[in-house]
Nanobody, 123 residues
Framework: QVQLVESGGGLVQPGGSLRLSCVASGSILSINTMGWYRQAPGKQRELVATITSNRYTNYKDSVKGRFTISRDNAKNTVYLQMNSLKPEDTAVYYC?????????????????WGKGTLVTVSK
């Protein structure tokens, strides 16, 4: 069984910074793309940033230059450094990973999700 656990959310003032972390654990054979998504109240979940296994990155336009995604393959961990935070960044942030498990090595990688961590940007 695979679990993704996020941490690092919280309350921050506009212009502040937060660093989110997400650790994948379980019977993992390999991890392809990892990413961060967010869902604000009353809105659909949206992509924030993704990073492939060879560290190619992709960002939502509104976070480019402010957010940085990175990963540590040895630790099965993905990070999201968020700087110059704005009130519109307020949302629950979810970690996603495309994972092949040891038991299902013969299958295509599957999507796994964390339970989310709340980021609130407010005075």
């Amino acid at each position: 069984q695979v679990q993704l656990v996020e941490s690092g959310g919280g309350l921050v003032q506009p212009g502040g910074s937060l660093r989110l972390s997400c650790v994948a654990s379980g019977s993992i054979l390999s991890i392809n793309t990892m990413g961060w998504y967010r869902q604000a109240p009353g809105k659909q979940r949206e992509l924030v940033a993704t990073i492939t296994s060879n560290r190619y990155t992709n960002y939502k336009d509104s976070v480019k230059g402010r957010f940085t995604i990175s990963r540590d393959n040895a630790k099965n961990t993905v990070y999201l450094q968020m700087n110059s935070l704005k009130p519109e960044d307020t949302a629950v942030y979810y970690c996603n990973a495309e994972i092949t498990t040891v038991l299902e090595w013969y299958k295509d990688a599957m999507d796994y999700w964390g339970k989310g961590t709340l980021v609130t940007v407010s005075k």
